[in-house]
């Protein structure tokens, strides 16, 4: 079983920075993609970054540059640097482990304040 456990969220002024933190645990295919999403009130989960093992990286227009993706494998463990937050960046973020199966966390609540 796969269990995947955020933590790094809270409540940031505009333009402040957040980091989130997702850890796996569990029997996880060393080929994998982990990823954040985020799911506004009222609007359907989306795509914020992703990442795969090999280290590739795909960003969702409206956090290019201010958001950073990155994973320590040997920790199992997904990182996402956010600069510049906008009170549009508000919402539950979660994580995301891609492999044989889809794994999510439970999530993680950002605030901006504006």
């Known amino acids: 079983q796969v269990q995947l456990v955020e933590s790094g969220g809270g409540l940031v002024q505009a333009g402040g920075s957040l980091t989130l933190s997702c850890a796996a645990s569990?029997?996880?295919?060393?080929?994998?993609?982990m990823g954040w999403y985020r799911q506004a009130p009222g609007k359907q989960r989306e795509l914020v970054a992703t990442i795969t093992s090999g280290g590739s990286t795909n960003y969702a227009e409206s956090v290019k540059g201010r958001f950073t993706i990155s994973r320590d494998s040997a920790k199992n463990t997904v990182y996402l640097q956010m600069n510049t937050l906008k009170s549009e960046d508000t919402a539950v973020y979660y994580c995301?482990?891609?492999?044989?199966?889809?794994?999510w966390g439970q999530g993680t609540q950002v605030t901006v304040s504006s």
């Open positions: 569990g029997r996880i295919s060393t080929i994998n993609t």
């Open positions: 995301r482990l891609r492999a044989n199966s889809n794994y």
